[in-house]
Nanobody, 125 residues
Framework: QVQLVESGGGLVQAGGSLRLSCTASGRTVSSYAMAWFRRAPGKEREFVAS????????YYKDSVKGRFTISRDNAKNTVILQMNSLKPEDTAVYCC??????????????????WGQGTQVTVSS
């Protein structure tokens, strides 16, 4: 089993920054790609960003490109989402996920085996 715990959410004004962390326990995720998703109020969960197991490749939702950066520290079993230039439309619960296939970096929710509980991000205008 893998347990994923997110932290770092909060309330920030538009234009501000937040740094989210996802820490894994139970079993290592260092050999797996990892991803961040978010769910805004009244909307479906959506893909935000993913990173290959060794950090060699990253992929972002179009609306966050240039503002968000995903990275990882495999020694600490941690994945980071640095969010800059935040907008009110970024308001959501953000959660990290580990895929079923260790190299999968896509956006299909069905391809992810483990999910964290999420951390709330609220961006005020």
């Amino acid at each position: 089993q893998v347990q994923l715990v997110e932290s770092g959410g909060g309330l920030v004004q538009a234009g501000g920054s937040l740094r989210l962390s996802c820490t894994a326990s139970g079993r290592t995720v260092s050999s797996y790609a990892m991803a961040w998703f978010r769910r805004a109020p009244g909307k479906e969960r959506e893909f935000v960003a993913s990173i290959q197991w060794n950090g060699s490749w990253t992929y972002y939702k179009d609306s966050v490109k240039g503002r968000f950066t995903i990275s990882r520290d495999n020694a600490k079993n941690t994945v980071i989402l640095q969010m800059n230039s935040l907008k009110p439309e970024d308001t959501a619960v953000y959660c990290c996920a580990r895929p079923k296939n260790q190299y999968y970096t896509g956006s299909s929710l069905d391809e992810y085996a483990y999910w964290g509980q999420g951390t709330q991000v609220t961006v005020s205008s």
